[in-house]
């Protein structure tokens, strides 16, 4: 059914609670919610309701357009010197006994591997480690870029970037500017957790605080420059610190205008020391789409990462107010599947991706990191060698 005659029989139920349809009117106006609007959505609302919502917005902005990427990326440590207690991922630096550290070389191969394939950006975090610093990450853009210039490089976060000109005795302003220059294309959206200190200093002490996180992204569009920007939710935070976390959001995108996308990351809780606390179900990360979709009004997507909630609640979340799954990753990225993530080597091909999203009756486009398009996949036909290949199996005797 159309997004719109759905919003208007919504509108018609006379059972509709007061509240609820205030909110409903406020999305068809396309006015914006407030704080206490998005808790009452949190608090209040159900699923049903959230879809029509969510997927009215969806439309208006995009159609049936569902965007994703052909990307690789690379873990340079799994060695950290913070401590979250979420991440199941990083081993402490003082028990240095199942970790990764890779040298620029190792890199580099990582990179050369990919030489001749058709992928358009490389998404470079991991861990926190001191020999990773300012000339390190400088050096790594630049060889990077010298090796293959129309890769997009989507590197590190303001963990990192806090951490690295601090020891390095700049500011924000002047770290991100050295950045830049040395080939840094835009910023991946991690370590934002939850901004608010109440949450963030019982998962995430230590690391840099959330107004800091907002600062150095602040900083980095006004070099012009795009960023992500995401949210850990569904362990210890009680609703409105989600609302007040995109809240903050919101603001510095009113401001600066350079996010380009809100990716929500479901916590998950194997072999980490929050592994007590059970995880959300698929209901509460379709309703997290749905409020980040309405209440994000300046941002442009919403993207469900398919390695970490799996394929079949991507394709769900597509009418749930996302609109981008993320890429085909070619199983280079470990953090999900050490916590937990169904995806145990998550690799898609191009045609398995474009095939997720039409059986859900929407409409691939291949974007690069800054969604211009690069391939509309609606009408395209894949080549022989890209269809499953059937086998004839032989005649025993
Ligand atoms: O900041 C760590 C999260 C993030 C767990 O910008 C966990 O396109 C859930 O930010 N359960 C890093 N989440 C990944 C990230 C990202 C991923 C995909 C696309 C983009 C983008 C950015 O992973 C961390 C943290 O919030 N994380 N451990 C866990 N147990
Ligand atoms: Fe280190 Fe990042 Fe893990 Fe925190 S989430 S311990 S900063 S790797």
Sequence with gaps: MNSELSLN????????????????????????????????LFEKADLGFLGILA?????????????????????????????????????????????WEF????????????????VTEVHIVGGVLPQYDVTFYSELFRAIHNHRPDLHVKALTPVEYHYIFKKAKIDYATGMKLMKEAGLDSIPGGGAEIFHPDVRSRIAK???????????????????????????????????????????????????????????????????????????SVIEDLRNYAISRIYLDNFDHIKAYWAMISRNTAQLSLNFGVDDI??????????????????????????ELVDLIKNVGRHPIERDTLYNVITDFDDYQFPEEDKPKFYKLPVLN
Excluded at 13 to 40: M, Q, W, Y
């Design 9 to 40: 029989i919504l509108l018609a139920d006379k059972n509709l609670s007061a509240e609820l349809r205030a909110v409903a009117e406020k999305v068809k106006s396309d006015t914006r919610i407030s704080f206490e609007d998005g808790v009452l």
């Design 55 to 99: 997927n009215y917005i969806r439309e208006k902005r995009h159609g049936a357009k569902t965007y994703f990427n052909r990307n690789f990326h690379i873990e340079p440590t799994n060695l950290c010197v913070y401590d979250c207690k979420f991440c199941s991922y990083s081993v402490l630096i003082k028990e240095r006994s199942d970790g």
């Design 103 to 118: 040298t620029m070389q190792d890199m580099l191969d990582i990179v050369k591997r990919y030489d001749n394939q058709p």
């Design 206 to 280: 230590d690391k840099c605080t959330g107004e800091q996180w907002l600062q150095i992204h602040e900083e980095w569009h006004k070099l012009g420059m795009r960023s992500n920007a995401t949210m850990l939710y569904g362990h210890i935070e009680e609703y409105w610190h989600r609302v007040d976390h995109m809240e903050k959001l919101r603001e510095l995108q009113d401001k600066t205008g350079g996010f380009q996308t809100f990716i929500p990351l479901k916590f998950r809780n194997q072999d980490n020391q929050m592994s007590d606390i059970p995880e959300v």
């Design 326 to 351: 993320d890429g085909t990753l070619d199983d280079t990225t470990k953090i999900y599947s050490m916590a937990g993530a169904e995806e145990q080597h998550p690799a898609m091909t191009t045609k």
